[in-house]
């Protein structure tokens, strides 16, 4: 599938769902894709993406920035806290903020540093074990510890189970997101993401559908 047909897919639910054009901006997900393979997308005058890793992002946005320096870069996957000094570095907008321990040290460099990227804190709709992210009974009151600790947290996360219906959490994450005061939706993937714009999405994570598989 085209970049250009995602973004009139995304277009379209907008208008469908009453939103605003341009509510619901596009991260084209480059993890694991080739330089070349991104660098297409790049020509296309596309400049949101998204990436999982620290060092992998380290490896190649550099080098790209020098040449589009309006890109910006997302971090999508869990961030270790030994990882947080390079990352807010490197990173726009980090979307996996999930325990206190890494808040803390976001909020000690970003005093260091005297900036800190717009943070999403993650979620963890579907309370699986093996998933990062906030419990959903404990989303209110890491929000507030986060804004104590003067963070820029701008909205929520989530990765819905693989196996349940999709817009039952984007609706969740929603309604979790407005009781805190947060704006920010970052939900839906390559197979959900019309229905997340529908619900109200402001980031949308779209890999595959843009880049083909990815060599693992």
């Given amino acids: 599938m085209s970049l250009s047909e995602i973004q009139s897919r995304i277009a379209k639910a ?32 596309h400049r949101l993406f998204g990436e999982n890793q620290v060092q ?18 997302h971090l999508l996957g869990p961030l270790q806290t030994n990882k947080a000094r390079q990352a807010i570095g490197l990173f726009d907008a980090i979307h996996s903020l999930d325990r206190p321990k890494l808040a803390k040290t976001l909020a000690r460099l970003a005093q260091e540093e005297g900036s800190c990227p717009d943070l999403f804190i993650q979620v963890n ?29 701008v909205g929520l996360m989530c990765i819905p189970p693989a196996h349940e219906e999709p817009s039952l959490h984007f609706a969740l994450l929603a309604k979790l997101a407005s009781r805190n005061g947060l704006a920010g939706l970052s939900m839906g993937m390559s197979g959900d993401y019309e229905r997340a714009v ?8 779209v890999g595959s559908a843009i880049f083909g598989a990815r060599d693992y």
């Avoid at 998933?131 to 989303?139: I, Q, T, W």
């Avoid at 529908?198 to 994570?205: N, Y």
Wanted: charged letters at 30%.
């Fill in 198 to 205: 529908a619900l109200g999405a402001t980031h949308v994570r």
């Fill in 14 to 45: 907008e208008s469908a769902a009453g939103r605003p054009s341009g509510a619901t901006k596009l991260i084209a997900v480059s993890k694991r894709q080739a330089d070349d393979v991104v660098e297409t997308v790049l020509k296309e005058s």
């Fill in 56 to 73: 992998e992002a380290a490896g190649k946005w550099p080098t790209f920035r020098e040449t589009y320096p309006d890109a910006k870069v």
């Fill in 125 to 153: 709709t579907g309370e699986e074990e093996q998933k990062s992210g906030v419990l959903l009974a404990d989303v209110d009151d890491f929000a507030t510890e986060c804004r104590a600790l003067d963070l820029p947290v």
